[in-house]
């Protein structure tokens, strides 16, 4: 498990984004076909864009979304 702690939510935009997964799975490396993601590999290589408000923006909707999802009542 690799945790990242942040006081802002555009990092978990640029690290839920499909280009840092891309860069996951291109750098990181593997154990048989699966891939392991290493941060001394994928996350400090990682370029991170500078924090703007869009990306804020998105990262608040992300958490929102996921939050919500987390708590939905599955029983029928």
Same mark, same amino acid.
């Given at each position: 498990?690799?945790?990242? $702690?942040?006081?802002?939510?555009?990092?978990? $935009?640029?690290?839920?984004?499909?280009?840092?997964?891309?860069? $996951?799975?291109?750098?990181?490396?593997?154990?048989?076909?699966?891939?392991?993601?290493?941060?001394?590999?994928?996350?400090?290589?990682?370029?991170?864009?500078?924090?703007?408000?869009?990306?804020?923006?998105?990262?608040?909707?992300?958490?929102?979304?996921?939050?919500?999802?987390?708590?939905?009542?599955?029983?029928?």
């Amino acid at each position: 498990m690799v945790v990242f $702690a942040s006081d802002g939510y555009s990092v978990q $935009a640029v690290l839920s984004s499909s280009l840092h997964q891309i860069w $996951a799975i291109t750098y990181g490396s593997g154990m048989r076909n699966d891939p392991r993601y290493t941060p001394s590999d994928v996350f400090e290589t990682f370029p991170r864009p500078e924090s703007t408000d869009f990306l804020e923006e998105i990262g608040r909707v992300l958490d929102g979304e996921r939050r919500e999802i987390g708590t939905v009542n599955l029983t029928v």
